[in-house]
């Protein structure tokens, strides 16, 4: 008996059907369950599957910890930040003293430029002191990281950090945007208020454990002097004439110095092999 077109149109459904099942069972390994990304199956066929695991906890646990911690130390910079500047301020007023009976030609200048950034002009330099607004750390081998102290707290291995930079004053009263400018040191503070001062060997660097270096108006007042006398005793070297033959229309135009100085005395400790 000759089949309807209806009856050969529901066989070739069922074939079709059947080919389907047997190709998804050969790919998921027979299994209608649940699968991982990689198709292998971890339960069986309308059996549950473990929620997953709750990361509030982990997430509140990173929050009171190592944010909470980056906060306080923000705040322990900052308040570093403000005792330097008061301590330039008081410095600038001293040298004046000093220096106005003598030359008044000679200007020492404290100026605020923002929260996070002032400068000392004194003579030819200027000294730039800025915050760096976020907390950083370091590579385990690199300066303090590996002192016993910072070892024992992980919390000690954070640091707000402020730089301080020598530039031309020149560079700055022409806008000379070109010029560079050398960091002459860097003052790290954690936690706890110790600090850790790395930088060019005229600076008088302390010990590099931190355990016993904490932040007073002593402290910071020898680093801002200490980078003056850098600054001052880094002077300023000509360029060879062939370097200078010719300039561009562009530097002509823009009023660039191109036979200025550059200062090229600096020299950091690390270079030296030696300990900070």
């Known amino acids: 008996m000759a089949k309807t077109p209806v009856q050969s149109r529901k066989k070739?459904?069922?074939?079709?059907?059947?080919?389907?099942?047997?190709?998804?069972d050969d790919v998921l390994g027979a299994s209608s369950g649940a699968t991982a990304t990689d198709n292998v199956a971890v339960s069986a066929a309308g059996s549950p599957v473990d929620a997953p695991a709750d990361r509030l906890g982990d997430i509140f646990d990173g929050l009171m910890q190592k944010s909470t911690a980056k906060q306080l130390i923000?705040?322990?910079?900052?308040?570093?930040?403000?005792c330097l500047r008061?301590?330039?301020?008081?410095?600038v007023v001293e040298l004046s003293h000093k220096l106005n009976p003598l030359d008044a030609s000679v200007?020492?200048?404290?100026?605020?430029?923002?929260e996070m950034e002032f400068y000392i002009r004194f003579s030819g330099d200027l000294l730039v002191f800025v915050m760096h607004s976020n907390i950083v750390t370091f590579p385990e081998d690199y300066g303090p990281m590996p002192t016993p102290y910072?070892?024992?707290?992980?919390?000690?291995?954070?640091?707000g950090h402020v730089m301080a930079y020598n530039f031309m004053a020149d560079s700055i009263k022409y806008q000379r945007l070109n010029d560079p400018g050398y960091l002459v040191g860097r003052l790290l503070v954690n936690i706890e208020n110790h600090y850790f001062l790395e930088g060019v060997?005229?600076?008088?660097?302390?010990?590099?454990?931190?355990?016993?270096?904490?932040?007073?108006?002593?402290?910071l007042r020898l680093f801002v002097e200490s980078a003056m006398i850098a600054a001052v005793n880094n002077d300023l070297i000509a360029p060879l004439l062939p370097e200078i033959k010719k300039i561009?229309?562009?530097?002509?135009?823009?009023?660039q110095q191109i036979s200025r100085g550059s200062k090229?005395?600096?020299?950091?400790?690390?270079e030296q092999q030696q300990p900070f």
């Open 107 to 114: 200007v020492i200048e404290y100026r605020s430029i923002n």
């Open 86 to 91: 008061q301590v330039s301020q008081e410095l």
């Open 264 to 270: 090229v005395g600096f020299s950091f400790s690390h």
């Open 12 to 24: 070739a459904a069922s074939e079709a059907s059947l080919v389907t099942s047997t190709i998804t």
């Open 74 to 82: 923000y705040r322990n910079t900052q308040a570093a930040f403000d």
């Open 248 to 255: 561009t229309v562009k530097q002509k135009i823009e009023n």
């Open 150 to 159: 910072v070892v024992a707290d992980f919390r000690r291995r954070y640091f």
């Open 201 to 219: 060997q005229q600076l008088e660097l302390p010990d590099n454990d931190m355990s016993d270096n904490l932040v007073t108006p002593e402290a």
